[in-house]
Every structure is written in structure tokens, then in C-alpha cells.
């Protein structure tokens, strides 16, 4: 059986598991709130990983402007905690993507039980910082398996 670090494209988007560590927690055993952050912030990376985007290199195949996200905003409904050794499903769906933004739902999930809801706008810019257009074939990608999340 192969196990990937990136998690899995599905067919709404992206799905990435993770379990909570003691590093994630404050002194009583909950997940921080800001740690839902770095949760959401690693699906989203796995998320443009495994669609080919290399963030290291700021580039999609066949691009020489770079390409370079960024959080513009992002709404977030906390729910429930999670706790040390959970282990969390952290789902990712594109809702729109094209022109010079995307927006995107996550929700974080322990079993069947919804933590966090959000939505999180993404500027699209270049490698100088100004505004650009998302490329056509990777607005494409992203909205293939485009479906809203229900948590």
C-alpha cells in the first residue's frame, strides 16, 4: 500500500490527514486555535502539489511570469476542538478560480464530527507582488472536481 504525504486529489477537491501532536496543543490538550491555520495552510499546499504547481520555483509548466498565491481573506467557523492524537481530515474545494483570485472552502473533520468551517479568498500575483491572471489550464485544474463542502 502507498501512502501519500500530499494526501489525495478526489473527486470534490482534496482530502489531507493529519494527526494532532502534543505541539499543537495548549496546556489543557486542545488544539490551539491558530494551529487550524498551519492545518489548512499544508492541505492547501498539498492541494497545488499534487494539481503540479511547484511553489518553490513560483512557476506552473510552460509559465515565466510566476506565479505566487497569497491569503487575501479568509472566514473561519470554529465548531468543535480538536484533541492531542486526533486524527483530523482536512478537506479542500475550489469554488472559483480565474482572473487574478480563487476562493476556497475547508473544513476540518474528526470522524464524522465538522471542527472548522472556511473560506479563504487567494490573491493571484506574480514574482514582483502585482496582481496577475490565474493560467487558463491551471484554472481548469483547479475547477475539475469543484464541489462545496457541507461540514
Do not use: C
Not at 8 to 23: I, K, M, N, P
Not at 70 to 92: C, G, Q, S, W, Y
Not at 102 to 115: F, K
Not at 124 to 139: H, K, W
Amino acid at each position: 500500500m502507498q501512502i501519500s504525504l500530499a494526501g489525495e486529489l478526489t473527486e470534490a477537491g482534496h482530502r489531507l490527514v493529519q494527526r494532532v501532536y502534543y505541539e499543537d496543543t495548549d496546556f489543557s490538550g486542545v488544539v490551539y486555535h491558530a494551529r487550524y491555520l498551519h492545518f489548512m495552510e499544508r492541505a492547501r499546499t498539498d492541494y497545488l502539489r499534487l494539481l503540479g504547481v511547484e511553489q518553490a520555483s513560483l512557476a506552473v509548466e510552460g509559465d515565466t511570469e510566476g506565479l505566487v498565491f497569497v491569503v487575501h481573506r479568509m472566514e473561519i467557523d470554529f465548531k468543535a476542538p480538536a484533541r492531542m492524537d486526533d486524527i483530523l481530515t482536512i478537506e479542500t474545494v475550489t469554488e472559483k478560480a480565474g482572473g487574478a483570485k480563487m476562493v476556497l472552502s475547508q473544513a476540518i473533520w474528526n470522524g464524522e464530527r465538522p471542527l472548522i468551517n472556511a473560506r479563504v479568498i487567494i490573491a493571484v500575483i506574480n514574482a514582483a507582488g502585482r496582481p496577475r491572471r490565474l493560467p487558463e489550464t491551471l484554472a481548469q485544474r483547479f475547477l475539475a472536481n469543484a464541489a462545496p463542502i457541507v461540514a
